[in-house]
C-alpha cells in the first residue's frame, strides 16, 4: 500500500544525537529550515531541561525520546512533569504493558505533548527478537500487537522502524502517528540500525514523521545533505 499525499519538511525530526548543549546549539543554529527536532536521553542527561527551553523559544517543535519504561505510577509522574515542558512528542515503551499506557495517557491529556509507543528498537533484527527475547510472534507482527495495544489505550502513534510500515499503517487508524527512524540515504552506511529503508519509500508506505540523525548531523555539510532530504522528497 503507497501513500499518496504533499510530503511537508515539518515530517522530517532531525535527531540532535549529541552530547552537549552547545553543540546541539549550533546544530540547530545551522540548520535554521529545520522546525523539528529530536532530544534524546544522551543530551537530556547532559543538558537537562535547558535544551528543550531552547528550541521551544525558538519556535521549534520537540520530540524527547526518553522511551520511559518503568512501573505505572513511575511513568505516569515522570510523564506528568515532562508535559509541562510542552514538548510536542514524547516516547514510552509499549513493552511497559497496558496499565502504563493508560496511566501515561492520563497524566498528558490535559497538555500539548503527545504519546508515541516505541514497538521494537530498530536496533533488533528478526533473529536476535526471536533468539535473544525469545519472542515467539515474528517481528512485523509483534510490532502490530504493540501499536494495537498503544491506539486501544489513546496514545497517539507509534515508533516503528520503516520495515513495519506497510503492515501497521494497514492496521490502524489513518490518524495514528507513525514515526519512523532507521532512515538512511544511499551511502550504504547503516550504523547501529538492522531494519533500515530511504526516505522516499519510508513516506510512500505510509510514515508520518521520519527520524533523521546521523546522515544529516554528521554530514560533512549538514544543510546540503538536508536540502538534498527534502529535494528528494518533494520531487518524489
Known sequence: ?????????????????????????????????????????????????DIIRYLKARGKKVFLDLKL???????????KVLANYDVDFLTVHALGGREMLKAAQVE???????????????????????????????????ALELALMAQDCGISGSVCSPHELETLRSHLEPNFYLVTPGIRLADGINYDQSRVMNPQTAIALGASYLVIGRPITAAADPIAAWQQICEGLLSS
Open 69 to 79: 519504561h518503568d512501573i505505572p505510577n513511575t511513568v505516569a509522574a515522570t510523564c
Open 108 to 142: 498528558i491529556q490535559n497538555s500539548q505533548t503527545q504519546l508515541l509507543a516505541v514497538t521494537v528498537l530498530t536496533s533488533i533484527s528478526s533473529s536476535a527478537l526471536a533468539t535473544d527475547l525469545k519472542i515467539p510472534l515474528e517481528l512485523t507482527k509483534y
Open 1 to 49: 500500500m503507497l501513500i499518496s499525499k504533499p510530503f511537508k519538511k515539518d515530517q522530517i525530526i532531525v535527531a540532535l544525537d549529541v552530547s552537549s548543549i552547545d553543540r546541539a546549539i549550533a546544530l540547530v543554529e545551522q540548520l535554521p529550515e529545520v522546525t523539528f527536532w529530536k532530544v534524546g536521553l544522551e543530551l537530556f542527561t547532559s543538558s537537562g531541561a
